[in-house]
């Protein structure tokens, strides 16, 4: 075929300053610079009036409604709309991807598996593996993916392990950092930082899986058995927010005045290095009472993060378990010695970029069955320790120095891009043009003697997706209806109890509720079918507003 390949890459808006925004944003740019590709990118928290859209070079589909009551009541319907259910058969209808890419959570992107087009593209997913064992519901779907790539050769591993052959394992592409992330010479007077101070830090969202806990503790603990009066830890981190109440353990560990956060200004954007004070404070560039914990939409520039971590002697991920953790590897392009939890994809950081490993206990997190880290703190005070006090200052610049070089062999969004690259080059045309494969939607009776013999007629009625037959999906109706009950997921299709995001509420289910669910579902298969073709038909519902 003469035309180039096309690929629909699923991300946050590339102009944010989400970890996600900045994987896709990289990649994107060298697929595009290829020019070997179609690349479009669905924007996910994109929204059309954002100037900044202007800065996407590439094509690219707005997940936010425009504002219109009809598209924000559609949009609000369903809680994975935010991550572009609602609109992804429309971008496909547009862009007609010969692949699908995708990079998010098992929860964000199942809504592709589910795609009435999903028989038409083909899908390549990097999950974010952090955890394991990985939940089975989470296994069986990436099996269906043509191609599956991993953040970390830790998490590839867990996959070879319990998923075997059915997996279709593509290599690592882990993330890099910007070119903007290097050492930099009087970082610390640029922020007002004493130059001869120690500084431990953190780059990490206040939210549960950042054990920002262990390491109040930890420090504190250091603290009081070394009695430095000349090391601080800085955290680069939001609050309030979904996590730790930081204000309480601070004053709990008695380590107020030797903790520094980053405070950006609302009005003059200026990044204030200071103690605690909240979730507000006087700016000390405009004096105004407008300067607030960083967070992601209170973010910095690259430049500037990069500056942050030119203050640190010693950056430390201290966390239960990671899909990549991308600050560790920004801290190591800027030449900053690493600590982390030996867990997950931070054991990769140990092994490529020599990295302090932290010991660990781990406890079996409910919501998903995965294994969870919790570093030790005696390990935590003794990796501080030697840091400090059993190195001296060059020994430590000779560390960071070769953590710089560790970063170089290790880590270049180059070589992530090839993988993804590769794919496409290796992925078949779709042909969007085929003809439509309806099917007719009946009634069926529901007087079957045993709930197996149900189940199988149920499929034969109205499932569109043949390899979807013998899914964890399909087993999970089973298990609902043997019950007499299920808890639904907040997509709204069926999952097990144990699946994270379920609402938590029991509701009823017999043979009749699952005859009208999978109705629905061919019936919403048969709209996407015959607007495929024709696509005068796209006028107006779920069709109109891309579902």
């Not at 504190?220 to 927010?241: I, K, R, V, W």
Request: net charge neutral; aromatic share 14%; proline share 4%.
């Amino acid at each position: 075929m003469s035309r180039k390949k096309r690929a629909l890459f699923l991300t946050e808006a590339s102009y944010l300053s989400t970890g996600y925004a900045t994987y896709g944003r990289e990649v994107l740019d060298r697929l595009y610079k290829s020019n070997k590709y179609e690349v479009a990118e669905f924007s996910v928290y994109g929204n059309t009036e954002d100037s900044r859209r202007k800065s996407i070079k590439w094509k690219n589909y707005c997940n936010m409604p425009d504002g219109s009551a009809e598209q924000q009541k559609l949009y609000n319907s369903n809680a994975t709309n935010q991550f572009g259910a609602w609109r992804f058969e429309r971008a496909c209808l547009d862009f007609e991807p010969d692949i699908v890419l995708c990079i998010r959570d098992f929860w964000m992107d199942s809504f592709v598996w589910h795609s009435p087009y999903r028989r038409v593209f083909e899908w390549a997913w990097m999950p974010t593996v952090d955890a394991s064992p990985q939940n089975v519901e989470w296994v069986d779907m990436f099996s269906d993916a043509d191609y599956l790539l991993t953040y970390s050769d830790w998490a590839g591993e867990v996959l070879k392990k319990q998923g075997g052959p059915s997996i279709n394992l593509c290599g690592t592409a882990s993330p890099s950092a910007s070119k903007e992330f290097k050492p930099i010479e009087n970082a610390r007077d640029s922020l007002g930082v004493p130059s001869d101070w120690k500084i431990i830090g953190t780059v990490m969202r206040n939210q549960r899986r950042k054990l920002f806990p262990a390491l109040l503790e930890a420090f504190g603990e250091y603290l009081h058995s070394s009695g430095d009066l000349n090391t601080y830890l800085y955290c680069h981190t939001s609050y309030p927010d979904a996590g730790w109440n930081i204000s309480e353990m601070l004053h709990r560990y008695n380590i107020s005045s030797r903790v520094l956060f980053s405070y950006r200004c609302h009005n003059c954007n200026k990044l204030d290095v200071s103690t605690f004070h909240d979730a507000r404070k006087v700016c000390s560039g405009c004096k105004q009472y407008a300067s607030a914990p960083v967070s992601v939409s209170n973010g910095v520039d690259d430049e500037t993060l990069a500056k942050v971590y030119n203050c640190f002697d010693l950056y430390v991920q201290c966390a239960n378990s990671e899909g990549f953790g991308l600050p560790q590897v920004e801290a190591a392009a800027c030449g900053i010695p690493i600590a982390c939890t030996y867990y997950s994809a931070m054991e990769d950081v140990v092994h490529k970029l020599g990295a302090y490993p932290l010991k660990y206990n781990t406890y079996q997190e409910l919501e998903t069955g995965c294994d969870r880290a919790v570093p030790l703190k005696d390990d935590i005070v003794n990796t501080f320790n030697t840091f400090f006090n059993k190195k001296n200052q060059e020994e430590r610049k000779e560390l960071g120095r070769s953590t710089r070089r560790l970063f170089e062999e290790n880590y270049s969004w180059d070589e992530t891009a090839k993988k993804w690259a590769d794919i496409i080059d290796d992925c078949n045309y779709a042909d969007w043009k085929q003809a439509p494969m309806l099917r007719p939607v009946v009634d069926i009776n529901t007087d079957q003697s045993s709930h197996s013999e149900f189940i199988n007629d149920l499929l034969s009625a109205y499932m569109y997706t043949a390899s979807h037959r013998n899914s964890h999906y399909i087993r999970n109706l089973h298990s609902a209806l043997c019950r007499g009950a299920t808890r639904m997921n907040f997509d709204g299709f069926f999952t097990s109890d144990f699946s994270p995001g379920n609402d938590g509420k029991h509701s009823p289910v017999d043979r009749q509720h699952l005859v009208n669910f999978m109705k629905k579902r061919l019936e919403n298969y048969n709209i996407w079918e015959t607007v495929r073709v024709d696509r005068s038909k796209l006028i107006d519902g779920k069709a109109k507003w891309l579902n």
